[in-house]
């Protein structure tokens, strides 16, 4: 037998899960409005009425009175009496606010002041009722129970209808002495009268003599009131004394069809029974129902026919309730994670097991060490699942915060949930709630502008906010996306000036993706006025760092005007996670796999010459994009064995290099200093694991890597808390202990500064369209020298004893040609140029044909070509480019051409005699200069603008003789520019090309329509050739 | 009367209250605990359980221990232990500074397990007292060398 105290706390814990839904309930029925959905409303009902029976059972004060008040409004509500509007719904709210807060604290629930909301309730209650509400009044006569000591809990107001029978101690006793027994007989008077065709009193005159009727809640519906043909269903309860100690025999005695039947016991029983209130929700044994006497079709209780539904509603409830109760269990939490413990321990068994297996162990071991596996695998992943829980149990609780807050700030919104049943850990959907909390309010509060400014900008009068959770490669994301007013990058970079976190040409140099992550920095908040529903002190940073301390990544886009999206991505789980194992020295570490984005292996030399240092930063170059590196020994600093004294000649390498680069200028060198070659038999391989923390990664290095291993998160002791570095520990298999790197805190601890070189990475991602095939050759010197294949036609590889000077010019035979050669040295300035016997020639294509000296092709490759382009070049160089650490000279080779050799390509169109000028509109350097070097090489002269507006200037003052130009552009794209040219009355006719670097037929058509006269691809030096020819050939091109 | 479990660092012999004691384990391998406090010694893998080993010498402001053949580890009860220990408040106190994960100090050498009468503690004498006073909860005079009986709760902070 349970103690009152466990009683009274069962009564709070059922209490408040049913109140729970009831927020839900409220709003759903605040949305329906006048569609009142019965499910909805009964279960609301109920709730309520549990609360109130439960709380008079323990004589409390408060609750039961407000109880009381909340379900006279919802009985109104129930019977279509009352139109649950937004006023309603809100005063509702309130008094189950009230309620959940005077359960959190039932001690003092006595001296709650409880009279506002009673106030309001009643208020609501009393008009309606005192014309609209039928009263059954002819139930009084029939119900001949008032002497028998029938109590209310909240002391005999019946009026709203419905109540839950509290008898009296004595009055038990009285009934038990006499033998009888008391039941509560549950039934839709309304579907009753209309299969028997009746009325309402005739069914109570109806129950045999040996069925005393003590009460019923509510009160009988009246004959007339049925009469009117309102009401589609009127649920209700009749307390009935009877002898009959066997339920199935009451049955059988009544002429009810569909009816529930509980036995009375008290109100101790009533306590544990659940659901409340006898009307529908109690949990029947099915054999009470009455099915001999339900039509056939409804027999049929899997799918019953719609107006079936409408008519027993109590019936669906009760088969709900059944499964429900059936199909779940309370279990004490500590019990689940002690299960989790156990099955941690498990796993390890197992793993040891297996590793045990593999060094030797019979067939007949190996096969049940093999389902050994496969059970405990099994067992795993289902212990996992008793802690998942689904999403809505945190995300439910929005609907009311965005509700109350739209309220407050006096705007509209509606929040759209989606995947609320996809599942997490229970301690990371515990440690989300704040956050995401936090999230929807700035979403609200900063995003969603007021409705007028709403309709102002074009946009719907009522704000959206969606919150929704869906699986992703093993992770779960979560977005909370709005379509308020999104963030303005500029502004933040102003914010972060004023707040002083950064210098001002620091904020410039932020592209915008870098400046909306500034919201994250602690100390940074975007409200202008700290109002009490964002600003509590809590500031994006702390979010930052709760996601992250779940193992998550928090992300955010923006545009302004149009929205604002945070992306939230989830491990499943903490407790077992898959790692990679790595060694450093001795020592074992385990990295989570969700940080991981790949692994590099460098072997050989490369161990000595892949990882470059730029301002006292190590960095890595993978696949075009600068890395930081951390060493892991460094950071966590752990002694040098012979294993890692390459690392050491790293060091000293690197501040050789240090040195002399800057002596150099900026221009790393690639030459190697001897010792170091020696020193690499210490050293052959390391590896370096690509780490990604949200968009930022870098590098870690470690010696080895071992494997990859699912392990069993063991917190860290928190003796050892002040180590940093460090997530926590696990066992491997082999009985070893691996620390769990934390990836974010060794970020922290290596000092990384996460700058433009990762920002640029992506930059260059967009300009995939930039790969492009090069020739890299040298001239002997230390630099190295890079050109477009498109630009040359022949490669040949010469001996010197082939190149014949004439008049200090040298010149090559050249398939039946004699042609000039040019040396790089002789027009590049300081410049070193030293030729074996070997070397090579690179052929341009122009016309006439010439020559370009090289000492040696290193390479032939595919290069992201975003060239970076400073004015320090001297002519004839367009760029740089840092390619796997190797600094590329990128060449014009055109505009060396005619350095060297002035007119000699202007005197390829020598038979023409006309000087021709181009007005060429690209934004990127590569393609520029590709293009330039194509029109030079066709004698043309070419004007470049970077985008339209350039552009318009640009021919406005040149004589141009016809315009390249291309699409996509910023300030103003190639098809605005086209419009623009073809309005003005001097260029209505000028021939106008536009470039695209894919044949697609839509973007074609759409920059015909715009004026163009013709599209070519970009690297295609034919078809620019040849619209030239045509040009020329047409005679369009003006003098 | 109390029963202490005894055992040395050098030369000096030490005790502690067995009731504080879960299990005295030979030294295991110990996985070094990089960038850490100068008295934790690093962890070791107790049947699955990862126990944080800190150094006694260290604590007690000596020369960390070497480990050699004779090295053992103690390790203490925690909060979930502590339900064997009955009602003794004092002792319970001590448990619960332990805190929830499992935690042992590394010692060069066990003894044995010897009885002592409560007023046969001494107060411990001055000289010790320059190190942090409760680590000591006092001094036994014996036959061959003096046991000083440690506060293990006193030493984890």
Redesign the interface.
Known sequence: MASDKNIILDFIEESKEHLASSEDDILCLERNGADVDEDTVHRFFRAVHTVKGGAGFFSLKNIPRLAHALENVVGLVRNKALVPDSDICEKLLKGVDKLKAMLDDIASEAQADISAEVEELNSISESETSDEIPVPASAEKSVGGEDHSVIEAEGGDKKDGAGIFVLSAEAMKKVREQNKYLYEVAFDVVAECRRSRTRPSEILKAIPSVFKVWDSRPTMLSDEDYAKGALQSFPIVLLVETIVADPKILDSSLDIAEMQIRRFDGPALKMMAEQGSPLQGVPHPPEASRNDKTPPEKKKGAAPPPHAEKEAPERQEVVKAVKSSGATLRIPLSLLDRLMNLV??LV??RNQNTQAMETGGSAQLAAIAQQLNIVTSELQTEIMHTRMQPVDVVFSKFVRIVRDLSKKLSKETDLEIIGKDVELDKTILEAIGDPLTHLIRNSLDHGIEIPDEREKKGKPRRGSIVLSASHQAGLVNIIIKDDGGGIDPAKLRCLAVEKGLMRPDEAAALDDRSALELIFMPGFSTAKVVTDVSGRGVGMDVVRTSIQNVGGIIEIESAVGRGTSIIIKLPLTMAIIPTLIVTVGK??FAIPQSNISEVVWLHGADVYQKIEQIDNQEVYWLRGKLLPVLRLDNI???EKNAATVGVASIAERRDQLHDRRQKDGDVPREKRSGPLERRESLRNSLFIVIIRLGSDRYGLVVDDVLDNEEIVV??L????K????FAG???LGD?????ILDTISLAKLGAIVFSNSEKRGVSQQKNAEELQPVLIFDTGGRESFTVPLCVLSRVEHIRRGDIKTVSQKEYLPFRGNVIPLIRLENVIGGLEGRYQDDLCVLVPKCNPPMGVLVSRVQDNLILNCDIESSSMFQEGIVGSLLHEGRLLLFLDIFAIIEKSMPGWLISAMGKEKKHRKALLLEDSIFYSMLLTSFLRGAGVEVVHAKHGKEGMEKLLHNRCDFIISDIMMPEMDGYEFASWVRSQEAFSVLPMYALTSTEDDEAQRKAMDAGFNGFFRKQDREAVIEALRKLSSSGQVAV | MIQVVTFHLREQMYGMDIRLIKEVNPTVDVTVMPRSARHVRGLVNIRGQVVLILDMAAILEQEPADIGPDSHIIILKTVQDSQNVGNIEAVLEQIRRFGDKPIGFLVDRIGDVLSVEDDCIEAPPQHLSRLKIGYFRGIVKQKDQPLILLNAGEMIH
Request: glycine share 8%; charged share 20%.
């Open positions: 941690s321990e390890l068994v020592q074992v966590l600093g752990i063991k917190p002791h928190d003796q050892l002040s180590c940093e570095a520990t696990t066992v009985g070893r202990i691996a620390l």
